[in-house]
């Protein structure tokens, strides 16, 4: 596949086909997200994937901490089991982690770029392998519960949950939807 054309055809999938890509499928992608740009090569990335019954565990962890959180609205059930649902619509989930380092608000800022680049490498590479992706944040990415279960340090960030599996295959590929950029071209000559 041409560069050009898989940024203009990747697409996020909220649904996946069944079955779970290997391992080794999973590491190629993550080694395409660590060949992100990345000022002064920090590296602050780090990855957690989970699959089969991992999934589950994680989903039930949250639920259990909306429910039990002391401002817990009586929405708080509903939010729980989406949230186990959600968790559950593709067969692995890979959480980018950026390790962080506040002390240096102009690295963090940089650190936080390069590990959007690399998720959408990540992105981007399951596409070019014929998978389905798609990045999420919400509630989730800033939840306690999800921080301590993947053992953030303070300032460290979920960055994106990046759910990945095998597309369906009556997956319509919709055009981006995409108004024209605003640019302002200066200096040119035609
Ligand atoms: C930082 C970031 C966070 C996102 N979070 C969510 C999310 O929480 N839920 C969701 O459905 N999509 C999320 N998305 C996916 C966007 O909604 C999606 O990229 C957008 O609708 C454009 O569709 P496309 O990716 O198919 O081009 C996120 C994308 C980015 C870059």
């Not at 041409?2 to 996020?12: F, V």
Request: proline share 6%.
């Amino acid at each position: 596949m041409d560069l050009i054309e898989g940024l203009a055809t990747r697409r996020s999938a909220s649904a996946f086909a069944s079955g779970c890509p290997p391992r080794e499928e999973i590491a190629r992608l993550i080694e395409a997200a660590t060949w992100a740009p990345n000022h002064h090569l920090t590296q602050p990335w780090r990855f957690e994937v989970l699959a089969g019954e991992e999934r589950a565990r994680f989903g039930e962890h949250l639920a259990a901490a909306i429910v039990q959180d002391a401002d817990a609205s009586e929405r708080a059930p509903r939010l729980a089991e989406s949230t186990r649902t959600k968790l559950l619509r593709s067969p692995v989930l890979v959480v980018v982690i950026q390790r962080g380092d506040d002390a240096d608000p102009e690295r963090t800022l940089e650190d936080y770029a390069a590990c959007c680049c690399a998720t959408q490498n990540l992105l981007l590479a399951a596409h070019a392998e014929g998978l389905a992706a798609k990045w999420s944040t919400g509630a989730m990415a800033t939840m306690v519960a999800a921080r301590e279960y993947f053992a953030l340090a303070p300032d460290d960030r979920i960055v994106a949950y990046v759910y990945v599996g095998y597309p369906l295959e009556d997956a319509k590929l919709r055009l981006p939807e995409r108004a024209p950029a605003v640019v302002s071209f200066r200096g040119f000559e035609d």
